[in-house]
């Protein structure tokens, strides 16, 4: 079982609409979660980095939120734009003997029509 | 200043043939990790260099595969005698500072910066 499962696995949304993309995670001693975008034959890009102490961080039009208790991150993209397809993936870090270990979800794939 | 490079960007091999796929990391990184991307799946972690350290191997799925940075810079995938399994597409990262987390640095000092990956068919 994945420790950073990422929900839905796919959405196809309308230009112009919200969404909210989902990771729960059980990765521990929980450091920081990132959300990377990965354009379609391209690597991923940092969107977003959150630390333990952060509930919400936003980028533009990305709006992440962490719920440290639930161990639950959302990213909610608003006013989607057709370069927002893509496939959105969850990445946790955890602090283990002074060494961090990077779990990555499978990630959310993305697809805003006109 | 440049990215992150990989070549080839795609590679299309017969089966049982080895092949060689390269990574520039971004300059000053002394951090550079290997992935593999299947489809429909997650990134799935291969190898990691630091610095000078020995590398940590543990994700290679098998001895077929191996790699090597040399000169702390450019770093080589190595997979022999190659399987239609391995067909994936293989990502390159690098980083400032390694997975060391140590308390003081910023939590940036380990962001990865993927390379646009090289495909890989084995057919």
């Known amino acids: 079982k994945n420790q950073v499962e990422q929900s839905p696995q796919s959405l196809i949304i309308l230009e112009g609409k919200n969404c909210t993309l989902q990771c729960n995670y059980t990765v521990s001693p929980f450091s920081n979660l990132r959300w990377y975008k990965q354009d379609t034959g391209r690597g991923p890009v940092s969107l977003t980095i959150m630390t333990f102490s952060e509930n919400t961080k936003s980028n533009g039009r990305y709006t992440a939120t962490l719920d440290a208790d639930t161990k639950q991150s959302s990213l909610h993209i608003t006013a989607s734009q057709l370069s927002d397809s893509a496939s959105y993936i969850c990445?946790?870090?955890?602090?283990?003997?002074?060494?961090?270990?990077?779990?990555f979800g499978i990630g959310t794939k993305l697809q805003v029509i006109p | 200043g440049a990215g992150v490079s990989q070549s080839p960007s795609n590679k299309v091999t017969e089966k049982g043939k080895d092949v060689e796929l390269r990574c520039d990391p971004i300059s000053g990184h002394t951090a550079l990790y290997w992935y593999r991307q299947s489809l429909g799946q997650g990134l799935e972690f291969l190898i990691y260099f630091q610095g000078n350290s020995a590398p940590d191997k543990s994700g290679l799925p098998s001895d077929r595969f191996s790699a090597e940075r040399t000169g702390g810079s450019v770093s080589t995938l190595t997979i022999q005698r190659t399987q239609q399994e391995d067909s994936a597409v293989y990502l390159c990262?690098?980083?400032?500072?390694?997975?060391?987390?140590?308390?003081?640095?910023?939590?940036?000092?380990?962001?990865?910066?993927f390379g646009p990956g090289t495909r890989l068919t084995v057919l």
């Open positions: 990262a690098s980083s400032l500072g390694g997975l060391a987390g140590g308390s003081g640095r910023s939590f940036n000092y380990n962001e990865q910066f």
């Open positions: 990445v946790v870090s955890a602090n283990s003997g002074g060494y961090q270990k990077v779990t």
